[in-house]
């Protein structure tokens, strides 16, 4: 009875898995029903029971990841429909963990630092599947990435109940520290997951540099309808931070020709300037950042423009060209030269 349940297991699972001659006609298939089933989980959020939503979810998330899992890779990486059905799959993935936990009867699951780690502590299990195992998508380590980064900030939030934002940007610095290393690791071993190391660590400065900014909205949101302005100033330690992440990820990108780590170096060094542009307690002035950076840019411009010594000759200048002599030819046939065309 046993053997029979597992060869039934088996022949449902070749049914789902995708041919690679039709794989681009499935992935096509699969991103319009991943954009139904999210639809209805908007539409019909206050229509349908939260138990619905989380069967339909869930099914439709079990079609759609388990085909992407179950694909054959038949190259160095991922074709582009198994990448198609990985990411629709992994989206309908976090939609049913939040129907998982309004189910369980958590009203808002993104609210709750408790549920927060479950959920995406089981989201970054799954997508280490695809990203480590056989299949190898680069994508879905770097999905892997920000949800254990999210873990991490949920589970110290759950567990130690911070008062203040100060802990979550020192997680995120540590963060941003671990995936560099991470990346210095990976990068002979696995190229393109080398390169979501870096994007992960960006993304980390990001959210670091928001936090800033959200006190500073904050603070003027709350000062224009007469509440207390007072808002943190980042200080040079947080400003130098953000600049050193900033040129590190545009320094990257320069390098090894990325283009994700050169995006989100504009963005950290925008958030940088946005920070660090805000006049100090002496109101404004160009001592500090300002002079700092026009002093380095300037002595790296006279660097790279000072005159160029001139280059010793060669050891073969003057010399002609080497004398050269015609092969010979097929047996019955006149050398290959010069002068076998005049003759």
Not at 236 to 242: G, K, N, P, Y
Not at 277 to 302: C, D, E, M, N, R
């Amino acid at each position: 009875m046993a053997a029979e349940a597992t060869v039934n297991v088996r022949r449902g699972l070749e049914l789902l898995r995708p041919h690679p001659h039709r794989g681009d006609l499935i992935a096509a298939g699969a991103v319009p029903l991943t954009l139904a089933v999210v639809l209805l989980n908007v539409r019909m959020d206050g229509t349908w029971g939260d138990g619905i939503h989380l069967v339909v979810t869930a099914l439709a998330c079990a079609l759609v990841l388990g085909m992407g899992l179950l694909a054959e890779r038949e190259e160095e990486r991922p074709r582009a429909y198994q990448t198609v059905l990985l990411l629709a799959g992994l989206t309908l993935l976090a939609i049913a963990l939040l129907r998982l936990a309004q189910v369980l009867g958590v009203d808002e699951p993104l609210s709750s630092s408790g549920t927060l780690t479950w959920m995406t502590l089981i989201f970054a299990a799954v997508a280490a599947v695809p990203a480590w195992g056989p299949i190898g998508s680069p994508i879905c380590a770097l999905l892997e990435l920000l949800a254990g980064g999210l873990f991490l900030l949920a589970f110290v939030d759950w567990v130690f109940s911070p008062e203040g934002p100060t802990t979550a940007r020192w997680i995120l610095l540590a963060i941003v520290v671990a995936y560099a290393a991470g990346h210095v690791y990976w990068r002979d071993r696995r190229r393109r997951h080398a390169v979501h190391f870096v994007n992960a660590a960006g993304v980390a400065a990001v959210a670091l540099g928001l936090t800033f900014l959200a006190d500073l909205f904050g603070a003027a949101v709350a000062g224009a309808f007469g509440g207390e302005t007072v808002a943190g100033d980042p200080g040079t330690w947080w400003e130098l931070v953000l600049l050193a992440a900033g040129l590190g990820l545009a320094a990257y990108a320069a390098v090894d020709r990325e283009p994700g780590p050169g995006h989100l170096a504009f963005v950290v060094l925008a958030l940088f300037v946005a920070l660090g542009g805000l006049p100090g307690a002496g109101g404004a002035s160009i001592v500090g950042w300002p002079l700092l950076l026009l002093l380095l840019g300037a002595a790296a411009l006279a660097a790279g423009l000072r005159p160029l010594a001139p280059l010793p000759p060669s050891p073969d200048a003057g010399r002609g060209a080497a004398p050269t002599e015609p092969l010979p030819g097929r047996r019955g046939e006149p050398p290959a030269g010069p002068g076998a065309a005049r003759e």
